[in-house]
């Protein structure tokens, strides 16, 4: 059996897809495509496909991953190509690794997002992000089906910080952009949370609502505090040699 890792985006409209909605999506893609796809035993057998981390509803993502298992080894960029053909627009299946490594969800410790703040300006924003970082703790609150949860979300944040503004800013409005980097804890600190804090510590209330993307998620590297590619130790162990061609190489003659 062989299994491959993909990484695909939500962007545009399709961000606001819900998870159970791209469920549908990719795996009539799966058929269209004519994936030799490995299915669960049981009465209703089903595709094996391993979802990981997958963004909330109504954000962009240009990193989100999932990983399926195949009963006939095919060709990963082959299969991405035909795979992301397949899906609408929006859902692109961007990259794809044989699996040869084990712990995908593992290594999804931390999400680098960016939130774009329209008709807050940039000062406005640092002044908030300032007082957001100085702060030991910054209690918030969310709404789950036990009631009304209380949690500092402080410690998740591993950077937040504002960017320069870019060309491609949607209306003639002041747009404060912020970068953040955020640990995958529980309870999980989503960047509506960190929206909580800022109004919280600063009193920041953007006039409409953010536009959040996740642009990384995979290991956090705690000596350069960056987040790296979840699938790099795949392609790392696909281009090592193997033990035989190690020991023949060991043996061979000078």
């Keep these: ?23 549908r999506a990719f795996e ?27 963004a909330p509803t109504g954000t962009g993502s240009e990193a989100e991953y999932l990983e399926i298992a195949l009963t006939t080894a095919r060709d990963p960029e082959r299969l991405r190509v035909l795979l992301d053909e397949s899906m609408p627009t929006g859902l692109d299946i961007v990259d794809a690794v ?23 300006e940039s000062a406005e924003a640092e002044r908030a992000v300032a007082a957001f970082n100085a702060a030991e ?17 402080r410690p998740a944040v591993v950077q937040l910080e504002t960017q320069s503004e870019t060309a491609d800013r949607p209306t003639d409005q002041p747009c404060a952009i ?53 699938l790099a130790p795949d392609r790392e162990a696909a281009t090592a040699p193997t033990e035989a061609e190690t020991a023949a190489a060991a043996t061979a003659p000078a």
């Design 137 to 153: 703790a910054v209690e918030v609150q969310r709404m789950t089906k036990n009631g009304v949860r209380t949690f500092d979300a």
């Design 28 to 54: 009539r893609a799966l058929r269209r495509a004519e994936v030799p796809m490995a299915y669960s035993a049981g009465f209703t057998p089903h595709p094996k496909v391993s979802y990981a981390n997958a």
């Design 98 to 120: 044989e699996a040869r490594t084990s712990g995908l969800a593992d290594r999804l410790t931390a999400s680098v997002w960016e939130v774009r703040l329209v008709g807050v």
């Design 178 to 230: 912020l970068r953040l980097v955020v640990r995958h804890v529980t309870p999980a600190v989503r960047p509506d949370d960190v929206l909580s804090g800022l109004r919280a510590v600063a009193d920041l209330a953007p006039p409409v609502p953010a536009a959040v993307t996740r642009l990384a998620q995979g290991l956090f590297d705690e000596e350069t505090s960056t987040v790296t590619d979840p």
């Design 1 to 23: 059996m062989q299994r491959i890792r993909l990484r695909y985006t939500k962007r545009g409209r399709l961000r606001f897809t819900s998870h159970r909605d791209f469920q």
